[in-house]
């Protein structure tokens, strides 16, 4: 069974940091690819950042270039977001998923998801 767990969300003050985490189990040791997405209220998901787990490749959106960071340790686990300069429109829930896409920061093309962690971002 796979399962990914988020944490790290919280509330902070514009132009502040936070770093999310996401542990994933059951995957073993094959190679996957790791997504962030957000969503905020009455908004589509979007796709914030990727990375290879095998190789560490990364994509970002345009919107969080630049000032976000996905990474992940030697051991693969936990998946980091380091969000770093927020903006109020950077609010919104923020799950990772984790699956074998071909384009990495669409999510219709991920098999596997967290129950998100939410991001309050204030002015």
């Known amino acids: 069974q796979v399962v990914l767990v988020e944490s790290g969300g919280g509330l902070v003050q514009a132009g502040g940091t936070l770093r999310l985490a996401c542990v994933i189990s059951?995957?073993?040791?094959?190679?996957?690819?790791i997504g962030w997405f957000r969503q905020a209220p009455g908004k589509e998901r979007e796709g914030v950042a990727s990375i290879k787990s095998s190789d560490g490749f990364t994509h970002y959106a345009n919107s969080v270039k630049g000032r976000f960071t996905i990474s992940r340790d030697n051991a693969k686990n936990p998946v980091y977001l380091q969000m770093n300069s927020l903006k109020p429109e950077d609010t919104a829930v923020y799950s990772c998923a984790s699956g074998w896409p071909t384009l990495p920061l669409l999510g219709d093309e991920y098999d596997y998801w967290g129950q998100g962690t939410q991001v309050t971002v204030s002015s």
């Open positions: 059951g995957l073993g040791s094959i190679s996957y690819e």
